[in-house]
């Protein structure tokens, strides 16, 4: 992951229950690279929210009134970057 940024935001205090939730998410987009191609530099970001913020999100950008386990929203459509550009993955909502 050389000159990626990965942004984690914990906003839901029960997220910690989890061991290091930072270092467990860096894993496995660690893994998730070998088994998919990414860009040689991306930049993601991955909040941690609570089921209420997650149905208002859905509601809102999905016109479905109840929590999910996990929304994206894209931000890459693979179109050409400047030179040293890291491509921008997204944002993933959990």
Request: net charge negative.
């Amino acid at each position: 992951m050389p000159g990626s940024q990965i942004d984690i935001c914990i906003r839901d205090e029960n997220w910690r229950q989890i061991p290091g939730p930072e270092r467990f998410i860096r894993k496995i987009i660690t893994a998730a690279q070998g088994l998919c191609e990414t860009p040689e530099a991306f930049e993601m970001s991955i909040v941690l929210d609570s089921d209420l913020a997650v149905q208002a999100l859905n509601r809102d950008f999905r016109g479905k009134d109840a929590p999910t386990n996990v929304l994206s929203f894209p931000g890459y459509d693979g179109a050409a970057l400047l030179p040293g550009q890291p491509a921008p993955l997204g944002d993933i909502i959990l």
